[in-house]
């Protein structure tokens, strides 16, 4: 058993006091969603266009016809995934995320970890998506990528201002044109199909010599890293556990829903393209855009691309609100000196954590003017590797007290959990060495952080917390 698991007013870090943060009056978010704008608000973070114009024609011109049923398999592993953060979320619904719930079942140090990965991810995603927006805007307008990216993240952490309940409806309406345009995409594709349903499994690449290449079962399971980052966005569910009302109940089915809702929107529209496509030149191509023009005419080809250009900036709207909650949550639970966590502690008129709203919106603006490709690679990796201790995590999950706290509980538990570890460490051994090293490197010098400043102090910092009103 950690020491980590305790109530805000003995762990938070407070918005005034003494610079080392250890006085002054405790700092918690207002439970203000239920499951309806919980759900709107992760849906919008998986971003379902957004992932489908952007990533996946990444994984169209490696795997080919294969990349559907590559998809498959990533959302199937993420139902195993769900259930962890279902049952880890209800039981510390905590602003924190994974690293609260990590830090409380596997010990300090593996939280610490957990955090330096999903601020990798959370910090790194948002820019990388943003610079998108431009090609998708060139139907109308030629703007610059990285000015544009900017532009986008700035856009977004103005939002993240906000109350979160505003921030829910703007999302919302975003969304509702973002499926649109998955729809239509997938009614076209399928309209215009050349293939059959038996091609999905036909495991068919475009070579670079123009012949067709054969996908092995190696590169499929290599390709699972970013088909799980594909629908990671359902994780946010937890971070907002602490403003949804009823966290016991609603976390659960906010995270399961968001899943569900978010693999149809996504898988469809890539079956539709996988058989819509001319040959397989086109498909490895990866030119979505080009795709629905040839299929329909220009003007929905321009409707599909604005609509994807809103859903980039919906997911940047909700990746800030997302990371500036990671943020606050870090400076409450006392990981930085203790001026940082007092200012990071700070929360604004709306309710919002605004300092922390601007630390990681800002530097995401200036990170649309740097080469992010090894670091996008690095995502793909944290992604699995963050997954793989929280599923440790959800092991631990039912040890002394847990076992008698009043939870959503998984089926088939501890085979769950054992699975899923299995899966996950075999999918990181099938990683690229650099990225691998990449994110190792990370992680050793999170370690130092951790070994020379954090355990030290282990009485004054990092005393990871849960809100008081967890039982609700």
Known sequence: MTDTLRPVDDAVAPATGSPDGTTGSPQQLKRSIGVVGGTLLTLSCVTPASTLFVVVPDLFGSLGTATALTIAIGSLLCIAVAFCYSELGTLIP???????????????LAGWLVFVLSLLVVMIVPPVIAMGTADYLAPIVHL???????????????AGLLDLRANAWITGIFLVLEVIAAGVVAVLGFAHSHRGAGSLVSMQVAGGDGHTDTVTAMLVVSGLAIALFITQGFSTAVYLSEELEHPRRNVARTVLATLAISTVII??????????????????????????????????????????ALAIINAGIVMVIQNSRVLFASARDKAWPGPVNTVFAKLGRFGSPWVATLAVGIPGAVLCFVNLDTLYGVTGVSVTAMYLLVAVAALLARRGAHRHTPAWRMPLWPAVP????AVLAYILSMQEVT??????????????????????????RWLVSIPEDAQV
Request: net charge neutral; hydrophobic share 50%; glycine share 10%.
């Open 267 to 308: 898988l469809v529209p890539v079956v539709a393209i996988t058989m819509g496509a001319s040959d397989i030149k086109e498909l490895t191509g990866g030119d979505l855009s080009s795709m629905v023009t040839a299929w329909s005419n220009s003007a929905v080809g321009t409707f599909v691309s604005l609509c994807v």
């Open 144 to 158: 610059d990528p990285a000015m544009t990216g900017a532009g986008v993240m700035l856009l977004a952490t103005l």
């Open 418 to 421: 054992v699975l899923l570890i």
């Open 94 to 108: 905590s602003a924190g995320g994974e690293y609260a719930m990590v830090s409380t079942m596997a010990g300090r």
């Open 435 to 460: 990225y691998l090293l990449w994110t190792g490197g990370i992680m050793a010098v999170a370690t130092l952080y951790w070994a020379f400043y954090l355990r030290p102090r282990r009485d004054t």
